[in-house]
């Protein structure tokens, strides 16, 4: 049976994760390399990388990123942040990013993503929405929820779907950051509304937000950041608990192997690293 | 020397580095020569049916993949890599495929989500394939990323299967070639603990 999926997204900035807690073990909780291996040890299904640097050197760092993450984790990864064109797209692949995630842009440029899944096709392509409520309807906003359009986010959705996204991620603007929970109201509107996969962000506190997200909300997979990132919640806990539930999940059931035991070696000698 | 077939389908470095970390040193190539005297073959696939029949046809590495699976070299399909080997798709209909299997893709239909992407759980349904050790280590799952599978002609090539709404074909094997649904080179232990075993097998893995 298709399993649901934990994605631990990690925020980047200047090649570095930005608040990463000190994990027992991890030496630098910095290195985005390190962390994205801790998190595949404790059953992340998929890792994302959000990109939030706003300086030139940008993409050269998340190439560096990206190859260095491609040579040594072997589950898939996302990128996302600042992916306007098609160009950034072969950069990101030809480094060996499994999916880029597209936001601000795809709302500029709707011809993008149709253009995109003919050139790389739909399972390259995760289009990012960041809603806000108003009034009674679910509107788009961009550059991460701080400007407002004049956008439906289901009509957006459904024709995102239709032009050749392979997956939406969902994030509810007013839910974000603030550990009460999924967008379940959202949530239901989307995927009730759209076949393609489904994933949920923004509002993460409880292993019982990303039961509902799933049970409630019918989301595909789920992402969280700062639960994971600051060490709340375990992604093998978050798991145990959606598979109480009943919902199937990957079992993080192995004691770890020996490969994992020489990754964790290599992490302690990247971590002494300058 | 072990060949990865590139041409032009997808994200084929990470196949690449996936055998790299297991310790085998491949080669991308789309060197017909190259590819006759490897003595491992990687076809691996992302995308479009008919652009990458397309691709295999005007390159004319469509007849050199049929000449090293007629040589009986181990063949290792991956994802759209395992659909090309059979007759044809209906992503491309009227595009023959390399016809080395019997058998056609269909897409999944509603109410499934479209495209299948995620960890699914495979099932053996023969033994003696190189999913044989891997299943009994327990790891089970692996990750897939498609909107269509093949309805093999002959059950006896299939070897391995998974639950969508009902079962699907996850994995074939014919002589020396071996082929997968779904990304050993994405699917963390399990699919480098396939990788290792296929590597492991001789000509009938």
Excluded at chain 1, 186 to 200: G, H, M, Q
Excluded at chain 2, 28 to 49: C, K, M, N, W, Y
Aim: aromatic share 6%; hydrophobic share 45%; proline share 4%.
């Amino acid at each position: 049976m298709l399993t649901r999926r934990i994605i631990p997204c990690l925020d980047i900035k200047s090649g570095r994760v930005v608040k990463g807690v000190q994990f027992e073990g991890l030496r630098d909780a910095g290195d985005p390399v390190a962390l994205a291996r801790r998190y595949d040890l404790e059953g992340a299904d998929e890792l994302t990388f959000l990109d939030i640097t706003a300086t030139s050197d940008k993409r050269a760092t998340l190439v560096d990123l990206v190859e260095r993450v491609s040579r040594e984790l072997f589950i898939p990864f996302t990128v996302g942040g600042g992916i306007r064109s098609l160009d950034d797209m072969h950069a990101m692949l030809a480094a060996g990013a499994d999916k880029v995630s597209v936001g601000t842009a795809a709302v500029r440029d709707p011809g993008l993503i149709a253009e995109a899944a003919r050139t790389f096709g739909a399972q390259f392509l995760v289009v990012s929405l960041d809603v806000k409520r108003v009034g009674d309807r679910w509107m788009l906003t961009t550059h991460g929820g701080r400007t407002a359009t004049d956008v439906d986010a289901l009509d957006f959705a459904e024709r995102m779907a239709d032009a050749g996204a392979g997956e939406l991620l969902l994030n509810d603007m007013s839910a974000d950051g603030t550990r009460d929970g999924f967008g379940i109201e959202l949530l239901r509107a989307v995927t009730s509304r759209v076949s393609v996969p489904v994933i949920a962000s923004g509002g993460a506190g409880t292993i019982a937000h990303f039961v509902d997200a799933v049970t409630l909300g019918g989301a595909d997979a789920v992402l969280a950041a700062s639960v994971f990132h600051f060490g709340t919640l375990q992604i093998c806990d978050v798991k145990r608990g959606m598979a109480a539930a009943g919902i199937p999940i990957r079992p993080v059931s192995r004691p770890p192997s020996a490969d994992s035991e020489a990754a964790l070696a290599k992490t302690a000698t990247a971590g002494d690293a300058p | 020397m072990i060949a990865i077939v590139d041409y032009g389908a997808g994200n084929v470095r990470s196949v690449q580095k996936a055998l790299a970390f297991v310790g085998a040193a491949a080669q991308l190539t789309a060197d017909a020569d190259e590819i006759r005297a490897a003595s491992r073959v990687v076809f691996p696939g992302q995308g479009h049916f008919g652009q990458a029949m397309a691709r295999l046809h005007s390159t004319g590495l469509d007849a050199v993949l049929k000449e090293v699976v007629a040589a009986q070299t181990p063949f290792l399909g991956i994802c759209l890599g395992l659909q090309l080997l059979f007759d044809g798709s209906d992503e491309a209909p009227g595009v023959p495929g390399l016809g080395l299997l019997r058998g056609r893709c269909v897409r999944f239909e509603a109410p499934r989500k479209v495209p299948q992407i995620g960890w699914n759980a495979v099932r053996a349904t023969q033994p003696g394939s190189c999913l044989d050790p891997v299943l009994a280590a327990e790891h089970q799952h692996f990750y897939f990323v498609h909107s269509y599978h093949v309805q093999a002609t002959n059950l006896e090539h299939v070897v391995g299967v998974a639950d969508y709404a009902g079962d699907f074909t996850a994995a074939v094997r014919h002589g020396s070639l071996f082929a997968a649904q779904f990304h050993p080179e994405k699917s963390g232990q399990a699919g480098l603990a396939l990788l290792r075993s296929w590597l492991q097998g001789d000509a009938s893995c």
